[in-house]
């Protein structure tokens, strides 16, 4: 499939930041025609028609997300956009916000006139200083320029747009975290439901968004949401951004409809793998998704084909690993990764992080056990299910997949105290 450029069009393009630049090529014409030409029920209904749904890796559909908010309600209602990325492999959102912010704050007044919302906060990854810098120009821009403010675009419409940076936790990129985080306290994910949409941010309804999602919204208005869900496949309507990083020759982020087989994405647009090696492994949505094998590589990209085989699609960051690299030390980098960012809150995920990296840690260095591998099991399934967030559920579901894919080399270390990938290399040289 060729690259279909829907978010991605002015990625390289210095003057895409600027407003006048992005006026003169038809930005906010899609929020105009939303605000004068649409009632706020015809927007949300577009955009379920679409069938968008949330990329920032849960997959929800976003039109139907937008309905759950009630209109009835007398409390101010909110927007969250998520740009707290911080998803190992994932790297997609940062070129939105520095190539072309303003398509972002033109899905922001979309959604805000769909869903009724007055206020919106864009909560911005710490470490995102660039991106962050060029956000906030933009926004000041569309303020100067009568865009945002009292009079968006000069109807009758009010919306305040806040930008608030986060501090590096990777926690607060769950939703009701990020929510904990807003409100100025220890970004601890909460109980649900109540649901965001019900009791959000400052106890209000919240529509909680990613940045490409609402990235998507100006050509979906534009175009129509049927003409977007037709770009891609069934029940994934659409392109998505894929962060391709690893052991290919051209990483980078790359654009394709929903469906588009890995193979393409890895060969075709990554130009294969680096040095002309075999293919080993995959982790195709972020350091969540447990991880495919090389005769796994034809699966569609999508939230539905991902999960028949039980993976995920996630954020889209996908990592590709050749033969040369050890699944246990794969597995060491992403568990030191969910331990050292697991926020405590829940027992099994505080204790249970720690200990996979411990016990792996322990194998890596020659000094596994025989019965490590019923441990790290164990220790998988008693993660699974029982905690507040997704974050202890992400972290087992990456072991399983290391464990059940490539055990061999798990019991080879623990057997030989070394990796079988040492004695390869010493028979070829």
Known sequence: ??????????????????LDWYRQNGGYEAARRAIFEMAPKQV?????????????????????????????????????????????????????????????????????????????YIYVRGEYVRPYRILKAAVEEAYKEGILGEHVLGADFKLDVHIHRG?????????????????????????????????????????????????????IILKGGEWFADIGVDRNGGTRLFALSGRVKRPGVYELPMGTPMRELIYEH??????????????????????????????????????????????????????????????????????????????????????????????????????DMKTLESAKKNMSGTSICALSDGAAMAYGGFLSKFPEEFEYHIKHKKCDLQEKRMAVA
């Open 44 to 120: 949300t209904d577009e955009v379920i028609k679409s069938n968008l749904r949330g990329l920032g890796g849960a997959g929800f559909p976003t039109g139907k997300k937008w309905s759950f908010v009630p209109a009835d309600d007398s409390k101010p209602k909110y927007l969250t956009v998520n740009a707290d990325e911080a998803e190992p492999g994932t790297f997609k959102d940062r070129y939105i916000l520095e190539w072309d912010p303003h398509r972002l704050i033109e899905g922001i007044i979309i959604c805000s006139w769909a869903v009724g919302i007055h206020k919106a």
């Open 167 to 219: 501090a590096g936790a990777y926690i607060c990129g769950e939703e009701t975290g990020l929510l904990e985080s807003l409100e100025g306290k220890k970004g601890w994910p909460r109980l649900k439901p109540p649901f965001p949409a019900i009791i959000g941010l400052f106890n209000c309804p919240t529509v909680i968004n990613n940045v490409e999602t609402l990235s998507h919204l100006r050509n």
């Open 1 to 18: 499939m060729p690259i279909v450029k829907l978010v991605s069009e002015y990625f390289g393009n210095e003057q895409a930041k600027s």
């Open 270 to 371: 990554g130009d294969g793998i680096a040095g002309d090696r075999q293919l080993k492994a995959i982790i195709p949505g972020g350091a969540s998704a447990p991880v495919l094998t090389a005769d796994q590589v034809d699966i569609p990209m999508t939230f539905d084909d991902l999960a028949k085989v039980g993976s995920m699609l996630g954020s889209a960051g996908i990592v590709v690993m050749d033969e040369s690299v050890c699944m246990v030390k794969a597995m060491h980098t992403i568990a030191d990764f969910f331990a050292h960012e697991s926020c405590g809150q829940c027992t099994p995920c505080r204790q249970g992080t720690g200990w996979v990296y411990r016990i792996v840690s322990r194998i890596l260095d020659g000094h596994g056990s025989v019965d």
